[in-house]
């Protein structure tokens, strides 16, 4: 395969750090650029960053003494310089969507963690074991910009990564109705215990524009192509209550699911089990060997034992069982800056090389 030279814009952050330590010995990227706001920019990475380091694996050496560029200002210098770009930045949505935008008309192709540009219907949001086939509306997205190569994927929300892995082997069964109850963890909002003391013996019952994400990506994720755009699936039905807690890593979902074929639940996990897609199919590097897991202990998945399965990029899913008011319930379980932030970009540029699409 051939070596791509890539950029992490938002390279300072709690998701730029986790592109940073997943490409340091990547097979196919080589991180020839980070990038992020005039703050850092001319500071060595090391310097930037200075106490924030967030992440129990040390920062990468090889990156410590690179530059920081500005992701505005050195805007043509970058695109000029890697294949294409990770983004992750926290900045306003209108001046995020501004900047992924120019990227993509500098013929720089941006893998997307914001939310920016999610409900932009020729924009693929894409879970790669769920609908790789949506890569396929990048064609109208560099028509629309007049770009040969530019174009800006993006990654879901990290809530719906966990239940929308769990109830994709369902939907043909006829899921009419989903109640998700969330649990996320406070490197969610980019902290840890040390920079968010508040989270410490606390839940705190809202995250700003979480639930209606959360309510509306899954069904974008679930659409289909039609002229070239993302056409919204109409149901299931979705409702969620989002909170956030006392958890380093890892998000929990309680899943409450209703259908209108109604299986054995053996069945039910045996098609989870049994579940794969187009990254076990074509072997990418950062895809784990089975997407969902289902643990039959009755006290899991636990978020601490759990949230790293097959390098944090699969879904533990547990404690399934009939259910009073829907016809089933059950937990699943998904890291968040991994599966949910920035394996799942990872993942996703794998997928988009393998098929061409960043050539
Ligand atoms: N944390 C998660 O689990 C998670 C999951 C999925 C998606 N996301 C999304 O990923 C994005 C980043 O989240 P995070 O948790 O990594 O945030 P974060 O820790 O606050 O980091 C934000 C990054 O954005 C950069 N930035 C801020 N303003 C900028 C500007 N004007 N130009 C260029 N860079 C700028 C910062 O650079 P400086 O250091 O120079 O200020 C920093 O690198 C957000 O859109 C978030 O919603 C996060």
Not at 330 to 342: D, E
Request: proline share 6%; net charge neutral.
């Amino acid at each position: 395969m051939k070596q791509y030279q890539v950029g992490i814009i938002g390279a300072t952050g709690m998701v730029g750090q986790r592109f940073a330590t997943l490409l340091e010995h990547h097979p196919w990227f080589h991180v020839a650029v980070l990038a992020a706001s005039s703050r850092s920019a001319g500071k060595t990475y090391e310097e930037a960053v200075g106490g924030r380091w967030q992440l129990s694996a040390p920062m990468p050496e090889s990156m410590k003494g690179m530059v920081v560029l500005d992701a505005e200002n050195d805007l043509k210098k970058i695109a000029g310089q890697v294949d294409f770009v990770f983004c992750a930045v926290n900045m306003d949505k209108r001046k995020a969507k501004e900047l992924e935008e120019a990227y993509a008309r500098a013929e720089c192709p941006v893998i997307s963690n914001n939310s920016a540009n999610r409900g932009v219907p020729d924009v693929p949001m894409i879970v790669p074991e769920i609908n790789p086939d949506h890569a396929q509306v990048i064609e109208t997205q560099r028509r629309r910009f007049g770009t040969k190569r530019g174009f800006i994927a993006v990654k879901s929300n990290c809530s719906i990564q966990s239940y929308v892995p769990a109830v994709t082997p369902l939907l043909d069964l006829g899921v009419t109705k989903i109640l998700a109850c969330t649990y996320q963890a406070v490197s969610g909002a980019g902290k840890t215990f040390r920079s968010w003391p508040e989270m410490v013996d606390n839940v705190i019952p809202f995250i700003a524009g979480e639930e209606e994400k959360s309510e509306n990506e899954p069904l974008k994720i679930w659409g289909r192509v039609e002229n070239g755009v993302i056409v919204n699936a109409v149901s299931p039905s979705i409702t969620t209550q989002c909170l956030r807690v006392p958890v380093s890593d890892g998000h929990t979902a309680a899943v409450f699911v209703s259908m209108k074929k109604k299986i054995p639940t053996e069945e039910m996990i045996g098609r989870w089990e049994n579940y794969s897609g187009e990254p076990q199919r074509l072997h990418l590097p950062s895809a784990p060997k089975h997407f969902l897991h289902y643990f039959h202990e009755e006290d899991r998945p636990q978020s601490k034992l759990d949230r790293n399965l097959e390098n944090g990029m699969a879904i533990s899913i547990g404690r399934l069982r009939p259910d009073t008011q829907y016809d089933y319930k059950f937990v699943s379980l998904s890291h968040n800056t991994l599966r949910g932030a920035a394996g799942g970009g990872v993942l996703m540029a794998e997928l988009l090389c393998a098929k061409g699409y960043l050539d």
